[in-house]
C-alpha cells in the first residue's frame, strides 16, 4: 500500500509542477490581459506568482519536505478559488454544464490536496494544521472529490439528452 501512496503523491506532484509551468507558457504568448472573469482583472504578476506556487507545491510534495503544509494550503486555495471565483459563474449558467465541470474539477483538486496533507509525514513546523483539522479537511475533501464523480457522470447523462 505504501508504494501505491507515494506513486499517487508523485503523480499529484508532476500534475502541479505541469500546471505550473502551463501558467508560464500561458503568460509568456499573452499580449493582453488574462482572460478570465470579467471582475478578475487578469494580471501577468500574479499567473506568474501562481505558476510559481504550484511548481512549490509540487516539489515539496514530490521530495516529502513541508508537504503537509503546501498541500494544505493549495488545498485551501483552490477552495477559495471554487467558492469566490467559480461559484458566482456557475450561478449565472446554471443549466451549462461548463462551469459546473471546471467548478467541480477543482474542488477534486482541493480534495486530493487535503487526503494529501492528511498522509503526509509531519515536519515539526509551527505553521502545520493540527492531525485533527487535517483529519476533519480530508474527510471534507474525500466527500467533495466523491460529489465531483458524481458531477461529472449526471453532466454527461444530460449532455446526451
Known amino acids: 500500500m505504501d508504494g501505491v501512496l507515494r506513486l499517487g503523491r508523485l503523480f499529484f506532484a508532476l500534475s ?13 504568448g499573452l499580449k493582453g490581459p488574462i482572460p ?8 501577468h504578476p500574479f ?6 506556487a504550484l511548481i512549490a507545491v509540487g516539489v515539496c510534495v514530490a521530495t516529502e519536505k513541508m508537504a503537509r503544509l503546501a498541500a494544505a494550503l493549495l488545498g485551501i486555495a ?4 471554487a467558492v469566490f471565483l467559480h461559484l458566482p459563474g456557475l450561478f449565472a449558467k446554471i443549466h451549462d454544464p461548463g462551469p459546473w465541470t471546471s467548478s ?8 486530493g490536496a487535503f487526503v494529501l496533507a492528511w498522509i503526509a509525514a509531519s515536519d515539526g513546523l509551527k505553521l502545520e494544521p493540527s ?27 444530460s449532455l446526451r439528452r
Open 47 to 52: 499567473a506568474v506568482l501562481t505558476g510559481a
Open 36 to 43: 478570465g472573469p470579467p471582475w478578475l482583472p487578469g494580471l
Open 104 to 111: 467541480f474539477e477543482l474542488l477534486a483538486l482541493m480534495g
Open 131 to 157: 492531525d485533527k483539522i487535517l483529519s476533519q479537511l480530508a474527510t471534507f475533501g474525500r466527500v467533495m472529490f466523491a460529489a465531483s464523480l458524481c458531477n461529472t457522470s449526471c453532466t454527461r447523462s
Open 78 to 81: 483552490l477552495l477559495l478559488t
Open 16 to 28: 502541479m509542477v505541469f500546471f505550473g509551468v502551463q501558467y508560464f507558457i500561458y503568460v509568456a
